[in-house]
């Protein structure tokens, strides 16, 4: 059993940055992907990035790529979400994710979530 919790959400005006922080704890995450997914007001909870249990694979959403990077501290079962260039569309509940086995980008395919942390993002 892995437990997850996310800190670092908070209010950023646009334009702005942001780190997310996930951690694991129970079970070693070690030889889990992790990734986050975001839910916005009246939306479906969607992927955002994902990162393998080695740290050396990456996969993100088009609407993040370039602006967000996904990391992991595999000593510190903690997983990290920079979000550059922040814009109110990024405005949502950050959720982070595991699963054993490789990165997915499913949402249905994660074993393991965290409660979520808020992010605000204003004009």
């Known amino acids: 059993q892995v437990q997850l919790a996310e800190s670092g959400g908070g209010l950023m005006q646009a334009g702005g940055s942001l780190r997310l922080s996930c951690a694991a704890s129970?079970?070693?995450?070690?030889?889990?992907?992790m990734a986050w997914f975001r839910q916005a007001p009246g939306q479906e909870r969607g992927f955002v990035a994902a990162?393998?249990?080695?740290?050396?694979?990456?996969y993100y959403a088009d609407s993040v790529k370039g602006r967000f990077t996904i990391s992991r501290e595999i000593a510190k079962n903690t997983v990290y979400l920079k979000m550059n260039s922040l814009k109110p569309e990024d405005t949502a509940v950050y959720y982070c994710?595991?699963?054993?086995?490789?990165?997915?980008?499913?949402?249905?395919?994660?074993?393991?979530w965290g409660q979520g942390t808020q992010v605000t993002v204003s004009s």
């Open positions: 129970g079970r070693s995450a070690s030889g889990y992907a």
């Open positions: 990162i393998d249990f080695s740290g050396g694979g990456t």
């Open positions: 994710a595991a699963r054993i086995g490789g990165r997915r980008s499913t949402l249905t395919a994660y074993d393991y």
